[in-house]
């Protein structure tokens, strides 16, 4: 995980730093082969209705759905709060996944 001091600004810089430090790891390993394996987020599940019911009955705001348009798009800086969402998660990988 990286920290948030040391977070690249773009989405695109993010990609090619999660991308190096796999390759490097894979190298020192004298791996062969990798694969990519993230996890699901359905809509419907146990969590997501907690935390819609905590989100009711407290004063915590639901986080907002960040879509990626480009490499040069700015990181949020509020990234626990970013990755709090399921959606932008499941963008982020998607975009790691496009722009490798």
């Given at each position: ?34 694969h ?33 348009y ?31």
């Amino acid at each position: 995980m990286i920290l948030q001091s040391k977070m690249p600004p773009t989405f695109g810089q993010l990609a090619t730093l999660y991308l190096k430090t796999i390759a490097n790891v894979a190298h020192r390993n004298s791996t062969r082969r990798l694969h990519l394996v993230a996890d699901r987020y359905p809509t419907v599940s146990i969590k997501n209705a907690e935390r819609a019911h905590r989100t009711k009955s407290s004063k915590v705001t639901v986080p907002h759905t960040v879509h990626i348009y480009s490499e040069e798009q700015r990181v949020p800086m509020q990234w626990k709060k970013y990755l709090a969402c399921g959606q932008n998660k499941k963008n982020l990988i998607k975009f790691f996944v496009e722009s490798g």
